[in-house]
């Protein structure tokens, strides 16, 4: 009995240690931290697309983009990865508008998507998060197969 309680007791604080020690997300700040803000700093390059681009267009460049911040940032490339979400901020501004103006009834859901892997890059380069550059990176590709661009 006592060696039964003695069991119970040491599974439950192997449980509690291994969920207090577990998965912590460790942010290594390489630069000073910047500002998450719309706004272009002064740092921050601007990235020009052709204003007649298609969608489709839009959406490759978006991809390409994402694909170029995601190995940036993985590569703690700081410059990099903050010309690359320069790109991905401007090809979203104009990719925006369209997506609403092709997929009607869809584009609620659609943008709402959209804009949430495009705030994940933006996470990934101001908090110098890898895993959340890989997770827009794959995300986008699900959502771009979803518009129909591969």
């Known amino acids: 009995m006592i060696l039964q309680r003695l ?20 942010v ?10 719309n ?23 978006l991809r390409d983009e ?7 940032t993985f590569n703690a ?3 990099a990865a903050r010309t690359h979400l320069a790109a991905v901020n ?10 609403v103006t092709e997929y009607r009834e869809l584009a609620d859901q659609l943008t709402y998507d959209l804009r949430r892997i495009v705030e994940l890059a933006r996470s990934a380069v101001d908090r110098n998060r890898p895993a959340d550059a890989d997770k827009a990176n ?3 590709r699900l959502a771009l197969d979803s518009l129909g661009v591969k």
């Not at 069991?7 to 998965?23: D, F, K, P, R, Y």
């Not at 290594?28 to 803000?37: F, G, H, M, Q, R």
């Open 28 to 37: 290594v700040e390489l630069d000073s931290p910047t500002a998450s803000t």
């Open 39 to 61: 706004v272009q700093s002064q740092d921050e390059p601007v990235y020009e697309v052709p204003a007649n681009a298609t969608l489709g267009e839009l959406a490759v460049i």
């Open 77 to 79: 490339d700081r410059n």
């Open 7 to 26: 069991t119970h007791i040491s599974g439950i604080c192997l449980c509690a240690a291994a969920l207090t020690i577990g998965c912590a997300t460790e």
């Open 138 to 140: 794959l995300f986008l």
């Open 90 to 99: 401007t090809v979203w501004s104009l990719m925006e508008p369209l997506v």
């Open 66 to 72: 994402m694909g170029a911040l995601s190995e940036a």
